[in-house]
């Protein structure tokens, strides 16, 4: 079985224990603690993150990768994939949050608000505390817990992050200027989140086995390049819901997104998550890496 299924079998069950912790009842600070073990437990499989598939933020790739999102935006779960040096100011999530560490570390800072918000714009932070997030360990964030993250020491840094809803449909998330407050800002949706992604070495060793992915470019029609990749097919995003059920057989088939439009393939991505498909990717390059 390929990395990505047995990745998306892992994702999914991890899912499913959190679920039933969570939605058992109203969320409390020692429920969240709860989830903890399950994400170190999937963290600690560091096999199923190899480093090429979540290459870590650049111009290409945006260092955050989704590996599992429910249709209604809940239980998003990401692999975060950031080069050492890597800091994220102050900021809120407005949902929970679980972060564990597969590899490298991830210094955390946490801050609670003080300010009661009755100057727009402007607030006030009070640190409460701070945790390295290390392989084998795992930090959890309340609603409206605040943090820094710093990637440490020499080494990238892999991290899943687990968040009661996806971070692209949380408006009122925001980010302060400094660590003690002032000024703020809404934090953007992140549209740089894709699936992790595949070296054409490696969708090219899939192709010749038992089980070869299904190849796919979202992209309009006419951009498309037939044989390119051997057995790749045009299914533009308009008819991705219709058309790929009969296509791939199986919710279960390792599919790969493939061609030079980046947008497109970040949309079907998340739309394929969306209709329940956990194995997936984004080939590295798009298709010209391997000219």
Known sequence: MSVQKRRA????????????????????????????????????????????????????????????EDADRRFALYASAEKSGFIAPPHDHTTWAVIAGVRGAEHNVFYARTDDGAEPGVGTLEKTGEFAVLPG???ALMPDDFHTIEITGPEAGLHLHLYGHSLQDVPER????????GPWRVFPPDAGIGAPVIPWAELESALGGDDPPLVIDPAPPEGFVAGRISGAISLPLGGLAT??????????????????????I????????????????????GTGEFD
């Open 9 to 68: 079998e892992a994702v999914a069950e991890t899912i499913a224990l959190v679920r039933a912790k969570v939605e058992d009842g109203a969320l409390t600070p020692e429920i969240l603690a709860s989830i903890k073990a399950p994400m170190i437990a999937l963290a600690a499989s560091d096999a199923l993150f190899p480093a090429e598939h979540c290459p870590p933020g650049d111009e290409m790739f945006g260092g955050m990768y989704r590996l599992s």
């Open 137 to 139: 360990t795992a930090a």
């Open 243 to 264: 058309g790929i059920g009969p296509i791939a057989g199986s919710r279960d088939r390792h599919v790969v997104l493939c061609g030079a439009d980046r947008t497109a």
């Open 266 to 285: 970040k949309r079907a991505a998340l739309a394929l998550t969306h209709m329940g498909f956990g194995a997936l990717s984004q080939l590295s390059g």
């Open 174 to 181: 925001i980010v302060f200027a400094g660590t003690t407050g």
